[in-house]
């Protein structure tokens, strides 16, 4: 099973050079990848329909409890089926539509890795493993998104689509992080063994907030759906794939996986009913109101996620049935119209549904197609579609409310289904300016093909009751009788149904007669659209960079003194903490004090002030001179002898230094305030009292050393050498000195360098 | 097994002397840089293994036993640090052949390079507090010349504020060094684990060692509010010598933080990683938001070299097993990604001449391979799974989220989603958008090869560290553990060699 | 005495940032050797002071005979002092040679490099 996911990760590394070599017919050469996962998956109906689990799995990383571990049960197996066999379809598709262009094998590669990574998404049964193939939907969603990357449309909405869908993904990391404590386990099965441990767990909440955000976004959910719309910017066969059959779905496929785990509580119940309620009917109507075929359809899309995620939510035996039969039956219809979109335009030039009429001389074919999808899309018997209603119906039947609003939103599915599925096929047929010529049969083969399939599927629908209904118990946690038929019988909820069916139907037509008005109201709600969570995300993003750049102001302003400054202010905390009563430097004493010494230290505070004061360079640099003769007379009278030699030394060579490169300096000149000067002057002086106490602190302290006795004792005996310091050096700590020769060295490598290097083009 | 403790020091040492003799041949002195970063990476790689075999070692310069002589020792961490400094360094060695101009070679550019390898791998390995300054002073020179190197405005300004900050933060290590052997008598940094348990060693003056440590190597590290000097200065010389620096320099202040704050001073952790844990989170920010402002590619890269920092602070800061191993394998990814970022912006910068974005566009189109290349490591670094930037994210935010120190955990997950953001930056300016002015250098196809190789390179290395986790992550949670419990350490230091 | 040099190394610190904070590129580089004075002299108070004995083990005798200066701060210093020279060199070049190419002679003109 690990090499049916990994295929399409192969696919995508030959795929653009397997479309640099077959030219115009990569695409259906490529298509026999996904085709034969499709093959592949199929083989395994029989045994899961008959509730078999085929499982797989290897160590990957032990340490955290990631395992590869795949699991093919009747949820899974609906959703690879979906995934692989649209995938085919897409994948000649794409060669049909984007013949011709130079990017089509890129295009190729990023298709055949999403495939694998949603195939991943659905067959995992390890939670880690799930997030990684997750997050590799976002973001090849993202490059597909962003495939005509030259248009700034197009990027901004690959931008917009991966933030909000990865944002949710952090939630959803967070959360399946938090289950995996609360389950003690990241593998999927054995948490659901557990269930009554995690619904119990403090963090439970938390992970229910945190698992429905990620899905949400990904699923677009109101109020973060506005990604999904302004995904339209993608080439059309990305649009069917990801952002209508599949990647979308991923929400939902989340929220029906970790069912099991998570229903049962008011706060799963009401989040999941509340926004997909929402979402279904608000989204329902805002398709009533576009006239950009894809965002049309885009929004129906929305609403059918919303409806999804209301029957997750109710987690009734009779709503999780519905759940998995819409499931099936919308991505086979919405994934043929937005072919069928795709045709339209690449024939017509525009997507306007306005502009677009009597299609069906021009595009016979995709008629077909069209209609059969749209009458999936309507309920209609005996398709699939009509399959998918009634069975919601029937699971909403207890919950009047929630009824009357699927009633509503599929009204107006109906309105729409009739203007792409009729409306613009019918009437006058319109002149076609820059006419492309007939349409190939890579591009009108999928609409024909998923609309017969959505057919089938509907006649034949009590031969999936064996799937459908373990994918429904997958998500129940028990078992869920499924019977899928077009004639239900006649029980009083069947019956009610199908009345209902019947109603959507004229609802819809009635819509359908007032289009016109409906898309006035377009105009008057514009204001809404102004102010929308689209806009809401944009002035975030804008609010977010000024943010930032207000902050670089503060903290990168380019002023070393106030960098100094910030490192000064730092150190002043452990003063606080050293002056405070109950240190060791208190209480300060200063015991005898020689004279020499004193005025050793006279001179050299004198000789600072004077650095500090004098207005002449040289001056100071002859204060400075002081300031190292006095240390060093300072080491003499303490016993350090090689110490005062040594300083007497550099301190000569650093003043001959200074002469020779200073008269190439500026002057001195004040440039601060007598506030700046004084502020400084505070806490410089309060960094020095610092430094100050620190000393008094280690000198408070026992402090004899640990290792100087060794040195004292073993200089002469193991090392010959009497002078001890001279000792330590070349030997005791050699490896210090030995850096300290690399530092000299390369300074003055450095030196030279900056002397005698200078930029190009710069005279010396 | 001693010799595998000295090598990576001596063989950078040897390689810069030896390219030193050869001034004035630069081909010479390229192969002689070639061979002694391979070396490195040899032993390095020798060292790492050996060490996971055995455990710990240590050995005593000039067999003077510690704590009087000065000590090298080899934990895991140690010998990763030195394996991923190796890496880096041969990486950029090879890059360095095929982009530093006759100029810079001419004045040292190969051994000074070598030397900072040196002080790099010698602060990984040394035992020692006062030994620790002189290294840190040694790779701190190199990288001042390096940084300065060429002369160019920006190179000299940028260094100015470099220099100066980094001086200070010597200035401060070295006192703390002073006041710790004041107050304890030993360098030896297992020794003065053992000396400050002495309860007659003032509580309160060690927290302000502590602190004051916290400052010095929290500069070095650029942590927040001393990170500053980093992005004024990074973006301004050449390619390779930004991606070594952005690779290792910062990294050795949070080596030096980590071994201080789980070998020395973990008396007071309340206090101590508390505020190491405040701070990474804020550093995180400010570096994150610090990118959002930039509008060059190499400015945006410097600031998240920033909140990455915070990230591997974030580590220390909760100080658990899994999140001292979250911190070393962040360590290890981002030292691969980040420096193939800043080598993938010298080819930018190559081809486009600039590294404006706003002047930037079109490399999607022209250099598909070159997109992936960056690809790679900008999603990893924005810690997108598989990649290893995710398993570093992964090991800390579970580590947050089981000590539950929630608000930390927000801040990584906020930031990572903000770092994507500035990723995306990159490749929508960079390689998406079409060129405002669509020339671009030609380049032979050996130049091409000489540029590309180091960074495919790196790239294959994000990519099996991302899907091949398990060994690297195993070792970081040997690693931790070897932190977490420094007796072991302190045995084979103290206790004789193994 | 050991409190005096404290205050001492406390006056050479305040200086020395002091100088460090002006917006003279001179007064920055003055400011650093004071800092480097300050902190060897640190190493050296904090390392217990002893009058008039130095390390050096007299003819004839084996070991130091206590009381006797300890050597390891002095040895410390001693490299301490080596580096800082080279670092302070290199500096003072460096900070020369900036003024040289930017024309600035105020720290506050050279902000290119962080301005954006």
């Known amino acids: ?764 | 097994m001693a010799s595998l403790l000295v090598l990576p020091i001596v063989t950078p040492l040897g390689t810069a002397v030896l390219a030193l003799f050869l001034w004035r041949h630069r081909r010479a002195q390229q192969a002689v840089s070639l061979l002694g970063a391979a070396a490195l990476l040899a032993w390095a790689v020798a060292l790492l293994l050996s060490v996971s075999r055995d455990g710990i070692q240590a050995t005593a310069i000039g067999n003077w036993p510690a704590p009087f002589g000065i000590t090298l020792v080899a934990d895991l961490l140690s010998a990763m640090m030195v394996t991923l400094a190796a890496i880096v360094g041969a990486a950029v060695a090879v890059y360095s052949v095929a982009t530093i101009d006759a100029r810079r070679e001419s004045f040292g550019y190969h051994p000074i390079f070598h030397v900072l390898l040196a002080g790099v791998c010698g602060a990984f390995l040394t035992g020692d507090l006062f030994n620790l300054y002189v290294w840190f002073e040694v790779l701190l020179i190199s990288s001042f010349v390096l940084m300065g190197l060429g002369g160019e405005r920006g190179q000299l300004e940028g260094s100015v504020k470099y220099v100066t900050l980094n001086l200070l933060s010597s200035a401060l290590f070295l006192a703390a060094v002073g006041v710790l052997y004041g107050t304890v008598g030993t360098l030896n940094m297992a020794d003065l684990a053992v000396a400050l348990q002495d309860p007659r060693v003032d509580s309160r003056l060690t927290l302000a060692i502590a602190l004051l440590l916290l400052v010095a190597f929290g500069i070095k590290a650029a942590m927040f509010p001393v990170f500053a000097w980093l992005p004024a200065s990074y973006h301004t010389p050449p390619a390779a010598v930004a991606a070594v620096f952005a690779g290792l320099l910062t990294k050795v202040g949070v080596y030096a933080l980590v071994r201080v704050f789980t070998l020395i001073f973990t008396h007071d952790t309340g206090v101590t990683h508390g505020l190491i844990l405040v701070l990474s989170g804020l550093t995180m920010v400010s570096g994150v938001l610090g990118a959002a402002a930039q509008g060059e590619f190499r400015r945006v890269l410097s600031f998240h070299i920033i909140s990455q920092i915070g990230y591997m602070l974030m580590g220390l800061g909760l100080y658990t097993r899994l999140a001292l191993a979250g911190t070393v394998f962040y360590l290890t990814h981002h030292i691969i990604v980040k420096t193939n970022l800043f080598l993938v912006s010298g080819i930018v910068h190559r081809l486009k001449g600039t590294l404006d974005l706003a002047s930037l566009g079109g490399l999607y189109r022209t250099r598909p391979i070159l997109a992936l290349l960056f690809l790679v490591p900008a999603l990893s670094l924005a810690g997108l799974p598989p990649l290893s930037g995710f398993w570093a994210k992964l090991l800390l935010v579970q580590a947050g989220l089981e000590a539950e120190s929630y608000s930390i955990v927000v801040v990584a997950l906020v930031v990572s989603l903000l770092t994507l953001y500035s990723m995306t930056k990159l490749w929508t300016e960079a390689f998406w958008k079409a060129a405002p002015d669509a020339a671009e250098a030609p380049l032979s196809a050996g130049e091409w090869r000489g540029l590309l190789l180091p960074v495919a390179a790196l790239a294959l290395l994000t990519v099996v560290l991302g899907l091949g986790v398990e060994p690297v992550l195993a070792l970081s949670l040997r690693a931790a553990e070897q932190l977490l419990n420094p007796a072991e350490y302190i045995r084979v230091v103290l206790g004789g060699r193994p | 005495m050991d409190t005096l040099l404290a205050v001492l190394i406390g006056a050479l610190y305040a200086a020395g940032l002091y100088l460090m904070m002006r917006r003279s590129i001179v007064r920055l580089i003055f400011g650093l050797v004071i800092l480097g004075h300050a902190v060897n002299l640190l190493i050296f108070a904090a390392g217990r002071l002893t009058r008039a004995h130095p390390p050096i083990v007299p003819e004839g005798a084996a070991a130091l005979v206590p009381p006797y200066a300890d050597p390891l701060p002095q040895a410390l210093i001693l490299t301490a002092i080596v580096i800082g020279f080279g670092l302070q060199a290199f500096a003072l070049v460096l900070f020369r040679q900036a003024h040289r190419v930017s024309g600035a002679e105020d720290l506050d003109a050279m902000r290119t490099t962080d301005s954006h």
Not at chain 1, 499 to 510: D, E, I, K, N, P
Request: aromatic letters at 10%; glycine letters at 10%.
């Open chain 1, 1 to 764: 099973m690990l090499y049916a996911v990994l295929a399409g990760f192969a696919g995508a590394g030959i795929a653009p050079l397997a479309h640099r070599a077959l030219g115009r017919a990569s695409g259906w050469v490529l298509a026999a990848i996904p085709l034969a996962l499709t093959l592949y998956f199929a083989s395994f109906l029989p045994a899961v329909s008959a509730g078999e689990v085929i499982r797989w799995s290897r160590a990957w990383v032990p340490s955290l409890g990631v395992v590869l571990s795949f699991e093919l049960d009747g949820l899974g197996l609906i959703f690879a089926l979906l995934i692989s066999g649209i995938g085919t379809l897409i994948v000649v598709y794409a060669g049909g539509y984007l013949a011709g262009d130079p990017k089509l094998g890129r295009l190729y590669a990023l298709l055949l890795a999403f495939m694998a990574s949603m195939l991943g998404l659905v067959l995992s049964a390890n939670l880690i493993l799930l997030f990684v193939f997750w997050e590799l939907t976002s973001i090849t969603s993202y490059l597909l998104i962003g495939h005509k990357h030259e248009s700034e449309k197009a990027r901004k909405a690959a931008l917009q689509a991966l933030l909000v869908t990865v944002t949710g993904g952090l939630a959803l990391l967070a959360g399946l992080l938090l289950l995996g404590i609360a389950g003690d386990s990241f593998d999927l099965p054995l948490l659901v063994a557990r269930r009554d441990l995690i619904a119990a767990h403090p963090l439970y909440p938390a992970i229910v907030l945190l698992v429905a955000a990620g899905a949400f976004t990904k699923s677009a959910q109101m109020p973060l759906h506005f990604w999904l719309p302004g995904a339209m910017e993608a080439p059309t066969p990305v649009s069917a794939y990801l952002h209508s059959a599949t990647m979308v779905k991923a929400g939902v496929f989340l929220l029906a996986r970790l069912a099991p785990l998570l229903a049962g509580s008011v706060l799963w119940y009401g989040l999941l009913v509340g926004f997909g309620t929402l979402t279904m009917v608000v989204s329902a109507f805002l398709a009533t109101q576009q006239t950009d075929l894809k965002r049309v359809l885009a929004y129906t899309t929305v609403s059918a996620l919303g409806t999804l995620t209301m029957l997750i939510g109710l987690g009734t035996p009779a709503a999780l049935k519905a759940a998995v039969v819409l499931v099936g039956a919308h991505a086979l219809y919405k994934a043929a119209l937005f072919m069928v979109a795709g045709i339209v335009d690449h024939k017509t030039g525009t997507r306007d549904i306005l502009r677009l009429s009597g299609l069906r001389t021009a595009l016979p074919i995709t008629t077909v197609g069209a209609g059969l999808a749209a009458l999936s899309a309507g309920g209609l018997v005996p398709f699939s579609g009509f399959l998918a209603k009634e069975t919601t119906y029937a699971a909403l039947i207890e919950f009047p409310w929630l009824l009357a609003a699927s009633v509503l939103a599929n009204a107006f599915g109906m309105l729409v289904a009739l203007v792409v599925g009729w409306r613009i096929f019918t009437g006058e047929s319109q002149v076609i300016p820059d006419d492309p010529g007939p349409v190939p049969v890579a591009l009108w083969q999928g609409p024909l093909l998923l609309g017969i399939a959505g057919l089938l599927l509907g006649v034949f629908g009590w031969m999936g009751e064996g799937i459908v209904a373990h994918a429904a118990s997958d998500m129940a946690g028990q078992r869920v009788p499924v019977k899928l038929a077009l004639w239900q019988g006649f029980e009083f909820e069947a019956l009610l149904a199908l009345g209902l069916s019947v109603f959507t139907l004229l609802l819809g037509l009635a819509f359908y007669k007032a289009h016109g008005l409906l898309l006035r109201l377009a105009t008057s709600l514009d204001w809404l659209y102004q102010r929308g969570p689209y806009r809401l995300f944009d002035l975030g993003l804008a609010a977010f960079v000024s943010l930032a750049k207000w902050q670089t102001q503060i903290l990168q302003h380019g002023y070393l003194r106030y960098y100094i400054l910030t490192v000064v202010v730092t150190l002043l905390p452990i003063g606080v903490l050293l002056a405070a009563p109950g240190s060791p430097v208190w209480p300060v004493t200063f015991g005898p004090v020689g004279l020499f010494e004193t005025a050793l230290v006279a001179v050299v505070l004198a000789s600072t002030a004077f650095v500090m004061s004098t207005d002449s360079r040289m001056a100071a640099v002859a204060g400075l001179g002081g300031v190292g003769y006095g240390v060093a007379l300072l080491y003499l009278s303490y016993g350090a002898p090689d110490l005062a030699l040594t300083q007497f030394a550099i301190e000569t060579l650093s003043v001959v230094i200074f002469v020779l490169v200073l008269y190439r300096l500026p002057e001195f000149r004040v440039l601060t305030t007598r506030a700046q000067r004084l502020r400084d002057a505070v806490i410089a002086t309060s960094a020095g009292a610092v430094m100050t106490l620190l000393v008094l602190a280690a000198q408070s302290q026992s402090g004899a050393s640990r290792v100087s006795g060794f040195f004292a004792e073993q200089s002469v005996p193991a090392a010959m050498g009497r002078n001890v310091v001279n000792v330590i050096l070349v030997d005791f700590r050699s490896l210090d000195t030995l850096g300290e020769v690399v530092v000299l060295v390369v300074a003055a490598l450095g030196v030279f360098a900056l002397l005698k290097l200078r930029p190009e083009g710069e005279a010396h």
